[in-house]
């Protein structure tokens, strides 16, 4: 990631802007922000008059963006993770690393780091799930209930916003939330809680187009995870998966909206796979794709990863393997044809979705270097694929408390299957939240590792079966969390070799942990936590280095991003998702955890080191 | 999901006709338990029996009856609870409220169990349809076909109003006129669906059915794709536009459709003529 610095586009050598006795260290291959021109400094380095780009109105930013930075578009993306001083995409580049190679806030200043700014949504009902996205300057966030916020990355102030029109119909199991919004070619988009996805002016907010995906009243089905932009296509996963829906993958042109191609995670009559599924089961067999892909520039491979069959827990009526449940697909982008798939489950009785992050990883294992995509699982397990061909070269337990299987063999076959059996009660874990949840680990290139939650909590699980309602919840049973037999619920944060799983180091939390992760050049490792503090690990050791409360609790997706030179770490700040709901089941005490809807941004304080 | 819905009648029929109920009905609560177990505490929402999950915990509290009828049947405005009218029957959404209140601090008994509920004395039955038009109301909705009657027209609750209601349009046209309207869409146009044609100034021509104008928008539902975007231009971007005489709908539904399917299609149309006017 390194030597990539200062050479994407969009990057300009480094200017002093703090002058005499501003000690900031320049950050390399920070981009020239719109307003500097309209800044004058003292000799302090001070800015005199500091023009918002908000007084000036948007009209000013669209006139001077062009100047300092190119529009987002394929290449910017492709080179995303060259471009430290930005966010540009959900995962901050197509490899899902979660890694800022900005290193000026790191271990030795850390305890100097500072709130600079915050910004409160006003939106707290389902919390704030987003990654914030940051391109020259500006930030895009969405909320809960789809609306979307601009603004300055440097001070917070809002520079647009767009509500998004309360639906008539909600699909009520799925929430309102929304994990975040994706920029490109001066749009921003975004998937709606009642199944549209819309493009917004990236300047003024303004709606350009918007379409509906699948009619939510009946589908039961919307989309809440962030849009990807590949080549010029904007893709989109949905939610469904515990409804009796047959789930998909949607490619909309991304100037226009309009349809380009649709891959369904479940195949026809006459589709090869097809019949893995008992008879008319396929129609309303789940398989969403709520959590963003990833995109491969070099192999033109799209990946997804797909969610659980339904019924959830009832599986008697649909007997085969339900491809491509539980499944990894590598797509072609502009066809949206299937290269090649990988299911790690097959046929699911547990909800354990394999909907999570797709981390692109050139590892060596058994000597070799390959290309590899790592994939952590509701279930608990991490597999390790050749994202090339599919392969199966590894799988390994985040978890301890684990019962559903007794493990995974050499070959990715899955040994001693645990399944709850109809009419009984039976206790599994990890517990339906997952053994992680769909907050996205981190991988830092400095040490190696992969950095991820793991969630100690059981269930017990009552198997009925179900009718499927076209569009209604299609669970097939009921659960009710419990602690594990070896102790309290309880969760952690490791480091891990990704190859083997070896784990590093553990910090072990009370509640939780339901933030994603984000690890820095600067040697650290920021989350969050269910109380509302938000803190910074040391990425070697583990060791807790400094955290800070934000009023709520965290399940977001932390960022960072640099402007004039300064480096920043925001973070949403806001309780209030479908697990939040859930620990109240072992921690009666956190009904009481406050919702909220924030981002803060923080800082080292002008000056110091 | 109608078909579902008569079941649900079916199980709840006991207790129709009931202007007053007892909620301390052990039968009633096994009924609304039923109903929980499958639409409330479903994984995400409010737990087993009630346990709490991302909806609030509803057992071990204390519930005004006819509050916790109103909350299920209309929803909260404004959450993730949605109105269960029209979803279940009335007598469902009574059954669980007698369940919900079962699992409360103090469950009614005695004469505090009777409720009045004001329910009408008899439920309307369920519409019936002919073979053929439930037929054609399945490939009019199927969402397993990306190209479907339902992605432009509303029946009822389902469906997207892009184009026009054809519940209404039935009521004054034959089985055959509306056979062609599907198969050859561009032999009448309904009045207020021509499309209208924006040349722009990025050079992009953009034809559809006119959604909205404002003083600085036009709004049209761009047919060049199914589901048709709903475009925002800029007047200001527009070099000239001009009305089209030609059917937004896409002219090769016989493609999409057989002729038998048509026809039970144009059924299920004659069967709901009159609805949602």
New interface residues.
């Given amino acids: 990631m390194r030597m990539a610095l200062g050479s994407g586009v969009g990057l300009r050598p480094h200017a002093v802007i703090f002058s005499a006795g501003a000690m900031i260290q320049k950050v390399p291959g920070s981009p020239e922000r719109p307003r500097s021109s309209l800044q004058q400094s003292d000799p302090s380095g001070r800015p005199l008059l500091r023009l918002s780009v908000a007084m000036l109105g948007s009209l000013a930013l669209a006139a001077v963006a062009p100047l300092v930075a190119a529009e987002v578009d394929s290449k910017r993306l492709e080179a995303a993770g060259g471009e430290p001083s930005n966010w540009l995409t959900y995962y901050g580049s197509y490899e899902a690393w979660r890694y800022s190679t900005l290193d000026q806030i790191n271990r030795a200043n850390i305890s100097e780091l500072r709130p600079v700014w915050a910004f409160e949504t006003g939106i707290p009902?389902?919390g704030l799930q987003a990654a914030p996205l940051v391109v020259d300057g500006v930030m895009y966030v969405s909320s809960a209930w789809n609306h979307v916020f601009a603004l300055d990355a440097a001070t917070g102030e809002m520079l647009w916003r767009y509500d998004y029109p309360?639906p008539e119909?909600?699909p009520?199991?799925?929430?309102?939330w929304n994990r975040g919004v994706a920029v490109a070619y001066g749009l921003v988009y975004m998937g709606t809680l009642d199944n549209h996805v819309v493009a917004l002016d990236r300047d003024t907010g303004?709606?350009?187009?918007?379409?509906?995906?699948?009619?939510a009243?009946?589908?039961g089905c919307n989309i809440t995870s962030a849009p990807l932009v590949v080549k010029d296509l904007v893709i989109t996963g949905v939610t469904g998966g515990?409804s009796a829906?047959?789930g998909y993958l949607n490619a909309?042109?991304a100037k226009?909206?309009?349809?380009r191609w649709?891959f369904w995670t479940i195949p026809?009559p006459g589709e090869p796979g097809h019949d893995s599924w008992e008879g008319d089961s396929w129609?309303y067999g789940g398989g969403s794709t709520w959590i963003t892909g990833t995109y491969d520039a070099e192999l033109d491979l799209l990946y997804w990863a797909v969610g659980n069959p339904a019924a959830?827990f009832y599986g008697e009526d649909r007997e085969g393997d339900n491809l491509y449940t539980d499944s990894i697909v590598a797509l072609d982008p502009d066809t949206g044809h299937l290269r090649w798939h990988y299911q790690q489950i097959p046929h699911d009785v547990w909800?354990y979705d394999s909907a999570y992050e797709i981390v692109l990883l050139d590892l060596e294992v058994d000597g070799e270097v390959r290309k590899t995509l790592l994939n952590p699982s509701k279930s608990g397990y991490v597999w390790l694929l050749d994202r090339g061909s599919g392969e199966f070269l590894g799988a390994w337990p985040l978890v301890e408390n684990s019962n559903w299987i007794d493990g995974i063999g050499p070959s990715g076959e899955l040994l001693g299957r645990n399944e709850p059996a109809v009419g009984e009660r039976t206790f599994i874990c990890p517990a339906?939240g997952g053994g992680r949840s769909w907050n996205h680990g981190a991988y830092s290139p400095a040490t190696g590792w992969f950095y991820s939650t793991g969630l100690e909590w059981c269930q017990t699980v009552?198997v009925?079966r179900?009718?499927p309602?076209?569009?209604?919840?299609f669970?097939g049973g009921?659960?009710?969390?419990e602690h594990p037999r070896s102790g309290p619920a309880h969760s952690h944060l490791s480091a891990y070799d990704p190859v083997t799983g070896e784990r590093k180091w553990r910090y072990e939390h009370k509640y939780p942990l339901l933030a994603s992760q984000l690890a820095t050049a600067g040697g650290l490792v920021f989350t969050g936590d269910a109380t509302g503090r938000f803190f910074a690990l040391d990425a070697d050791t583990g060791r807790e280095l400094w955290g800070f409360r934000t009023g709520s609790g965290h399940r977001g997706s932390t960022v960072s991003y640099a402007i004039d030179g300064r480096q920043f770490v925001a973070t949403p700040s806001g309780w209030g998702?479908?697990?939040?709901?859930?620990t109240?089941?072992l921690w009666p005490e956190a009904?009481d955890f406050p919702s909220g809807s924030s981002i803060f941004a923080f800082s080292l304080p002008e000056g110091s080191e | 999901m109608i078909r579902a819905t008569a079941g649900l009648l079916l199980v709840s029929s006991a207790w129709l006709n009931a202007e007053a109920i007892d909620v301390s009905d052990p039968g009633l609560i096994a009924d609304g338990a039923k109903h929980f177990a499958q639409s409330c505490a479903v994984g995400y929402c409010h737990g087993s029996e009630g346990a709490a999950a991302r909806g609030p915990a509803l057992r071990s509290r204390a519930w005004d009856p006819h509050d916790l009828f109103r909350i299920t049947a209309e929803g909260l405005p404004g959450t993730s609870m949605p109105g269960w009218r029209g979803v279940i029957p009335d007598t469902a959404i009574w059954a669980v409220t007698a369940y919900v209140l079962s699992l409360s601090t103090d469950p009614p008994s005695g004469p505090d169990a009777m409720i009045t509920t004001g329910l009408a004395e008899e439920p309307t039955a369920p519409r019936t349809l002919s073979a053929d038009a439930v037929r054609g109301r399945d490939l009019f909705f199927d969402l397993t076909r990306q190209r479907r009657c339902g992605v432009c027209h509303r029946i009822g609750a389902l469906g997207t109003a892009i184009g026009p209601n054809l519940a209404l349009a039935a009521r004054s046209r034959s089985a055959e006129d509306l056979s062609l309207d599907i198969l050859d869409p561009n032999r009448s146009i309904a009045f207020g669906f021509e499309q209208v044609e924006l040349r722009l100034r990025s050079g992009e021509t953009v034809r559809g059915v006119l959604a909205e104008e404002t003083e600085v928008w036009i709004r049209v539902h761009d047919s060049a794709a199914v589901p048709p975007p709903l475009r925002s231009v800029r007047k200001a971007d527009i070099l000239d536009q001009a009305v089209v005489e030609r059917s937004g709908m896409p002219d090769d539904l016989d493609d999409t459709y057989s002729p038998g399917e048509v026809a039970q299609i144009v059924a299920y149309l004659r069967e709901v003529a009159g609805e949602g006017s």
């Fill in positions: 009902d389902g309360e119909t909600i009520g199991t799925y929430g309102t303004e709606e350009v187009w918007r379409v509906e995906v699948e009619n009243a009946q589908c515990d829906h047959r909309y042109d226009t909206g309009r349809h649709r026809a129609r959830d909800d339906i009552t009925r179900e009718e309602r076209e569009g209604m919840p669970f009921e659960f009710e969390m998702s479908a697990l939040a709901g859930l109240t089941q009904a």
